[in-house]
């Protein structure tokens, strides 16, 4: 079955550790995308990516970073930097070129920060 | 800069009804409007997506209408049940071809048995 998963379910941080977030596609889509969820808000982008080895900065990026080494793979590194990162983590991917631009989603990652 | 709204933020319905959730989006160069339901702790997952040049979608008992040059979408869900307790999104996407979307905060439903 074709999909995204996202690793782990859920992630513990310490107080200055970088922690990273696994997100993987077997749909053959070119673009994915990192947000963050918080209680009572909607969905705000952290970073994205439309073609490998390239991505771009979203609106709250500060304190995040992320690679894009192969199609499939978009992990997201959440560094000491950022202040507040307890949040629910979604990536989505979208098959670029068609007619519809559907955004998929993973299950999401859960951070708490101890 | 887009903004997306969804008013109400909370909805309690009798199972049976019918129910219409609203959307609003203050720029109208959109290239198309997803809805989204999202159960507690888990993702997202795509209900209906109208492009910009249509003006619905329909699924089973849901229905989603656009107007864009309103800014405002309607998510019609026809004899709700209990199963369709969850967060509904509307997200649009812009015409920049970044494909990046923009998410209203959601209305959280419950249908009572």
């Known amino acids: 079955d074709g999909g995204i998963t996202q690793s782990p379910k859920y992630l513990f941080r310490k107080e200055g550790q970088n922690v990273t977030l696994s997100c993987e596609q077997n749909?053959?889509?070119?673009?994915m995308y990192w947000y963050r969820q918080d209680p009572g808000q909607g969905l705000r982008l952290i970073y994205y990516s439309q073609i490998v080895n390239d991505f771009q900065k979203g609106d709250i990026a500060e304190g995040y970073s992320v690679s894009r080494e192969k199609k499939e793979s978009f992990p997201l590194t959440v560094t000491s930097a950022q202040k507040n990162p307890t949040a629910f983590y979604l990536c989505?991917?979208?098959?670029?070129?068609?007619?519809?631009?559907?955004?998929?989603f993973g299950p999401g990652t859960r951070l708490t920060v101890l | 800069k887009q903004e997306v709204t969804q008013i109400p933020a909370a909805l309690s319905v009798p199972e049976g009804e019918n129910l219409v959730l609203n959307c609003s989006f203050t720029?109208?160069?959109?290239?198309?409007l997803q809805w989204f339901r999202q159960d507690p702790g888990k993702g997202l997952t795509s209900l209906l997506l109208?492009?910009?040049?249509?003006r619905e979608q329909t699924s089973g008992r849901l229905n989603a209408s656009l107007d864009k040059s309103s800014g405002r979408s309607t998510l019609y869900i026809a004899a709700s049940q209990p199963g369709d307790s969850a967060t509904y999104l509307c997200a649009v996407s812009d015409t920049s071809g970044t494909y990046k979307y923009i998410f209203g905060t959601g209305t959280r439903l419950k249908v009572l048995a």
């Open positions: 749909l053959n889509h070119d673009a």
């Open positions: 989505a991917s979208i098959r670029q070129g068609s007619s519809y631009n559907e955004q998929f």
């Open positions: 109208i492009q910009s040049s249509q």
């Open positions: 720029d109208s160069a959109i290239y198309n």
